[in-house]
């Protein structure tokens, strides 16, 4: 399988992948809260944690992504369910963070 040949069949996913490595080790990294909450921040009681497991939970999607692509070369149901998996469990980790630290 050639470059093309990859970039043709799982392009978007690492597209999906690159964007949510750099959004999360953004947070991670700069700790602002004002990424992903643009009105009103300092409502954030601990904006060091939020910021911190929200880059995580963004870079699991990011993984999930990826995941999801190769899973398309051997079965498109399968890496269908994987997406939708990883995105009930990305909101579920996101409600559980949001709840403990905002």
């Not at 992948?17 to 921040?41: N, W, Y």
């Not at 990011?62 to 190769?70: I, P, Y």
């Not at 269908?80 to 996101?94: H, P, Q, Y």
Request: with cysteine; charged share 15%; proline share 2%.
């Amino acid at each position: 399988m050639t470059f093309m040949e990859l970039i043709n069949h799982m392009g978007i996913e690492m597209l999906a992948f690159a964007v949510c490595m750099f959004f999360g080790i953004r947070l991670i990294i700069t700790r602002d809260v004002s990424i992903i909450k643009k009105e009103h921040p300092e409502e954030i009681k601990h904006p060091r944690e939020y910021t911190f497991y929200a880059g995580l939970i963004i870079i699991f999607l990011g993984v999930a992504a990826l995941v999801m692509g190769v899973v398309s070369f051997f079965n498109a149901v399968a890496s269908f369910i994987v997406i939708i998996v990883a995105t009930l469990i990305m909101g579920i980790m996101w409600k559980v963070m949001h709840e403990k630290y905002a």
